[in-house]
């Protein structure tokens, strides 16, 4: 696994396109081996959220909040404390949740209503769990770097987080 807090700088120019899909396919099959034959929720998501944060470069925060009624609530994460509870539409987190679809945030200052747990926090991806057509909360990701993610870092989470979904049934 990578340390998310590597001495080399980091940059999305500096990550060819197959490194990142074996990356991806890689911490996929950890994430499965890791997660399989256990069936308590909140432990997968606790190892999730570490295995996650830990082999993705350029991260300060990953981790997961669940639907509770029409808010999203602080699940396991690693990094800096964060907010516990977040409406429906409001923010990246609430906004991928209403809208049931992955959002790629370049810029955190140029989204409306972004919500700053942390103020290191430059980019964010979110992802929402969905188990067909119920949706059971959303994967964040944030970066202290400016356009940290693409659509290769979305697909990439978004087969991570079908992976995780299996396991929080």
């Known amino acids: 696994m990578h340390d998310a807090t590597h001495a080399v700088p980091w940059s999305q120019a500096s990550?060819?396109?197959q490194n990142k899909t074996a990356l991806y396919r890689d911490l996929a099959q950890e994430l499965q081996a890791l997660l399989d034959g256990e069936d308590d929720a909140t432990a997968n998501a606790a190892n999730a959220a570490a295995a996650i944060y830990h082999s993705l470069p350029a991260?300060?925060?990953a981790g997961f909040y669940f639907l509770r009624g029409t808010e999203?609530?602080?699940?396991?994460?690693q990094?800096?404390?964060a907010c516990v509870r977040i409406?429906?539409?409001?923010g990246v987190c609430g906004t991928a949740a209403q809208e049931r679809r992955s959002i790629v945030v370049p810029d955190v200052e140029a989204f409306p209503g972004h919500i700053a747990c942390d103020s290191a926090s430059q980019s964010?991806?979110?992802v929402p769990l969905l188990d067909g057509d119920r949706l059971l909360g959303?994967?964040?990701l944030d970066s202290p770097e400016r356009g940290r993610f693409d659509d290769d870092d979305r697909a990439g989470c978004e087969a991570l987080a079908a992976i995780v979904?299996?396991?929080?049934?």
């Open 138 to 140: 959303v994967l964040d």
């Open 79 to 81: 990094g800096k404390p």
């Open 59 to 61: 991260l300060n925060w």
């Open 87 to 90: 409406p429906l539409g409001r």
């Open 165 to 169: 979904v299996r396991h929080l049934r």
């Open 72 to 77: 999203l609530v602080l699940g396991p994460f």
């Open 15 to 17: 990550w060819p396109a």
């Open 124 to 126: 964010e991806l979110v």
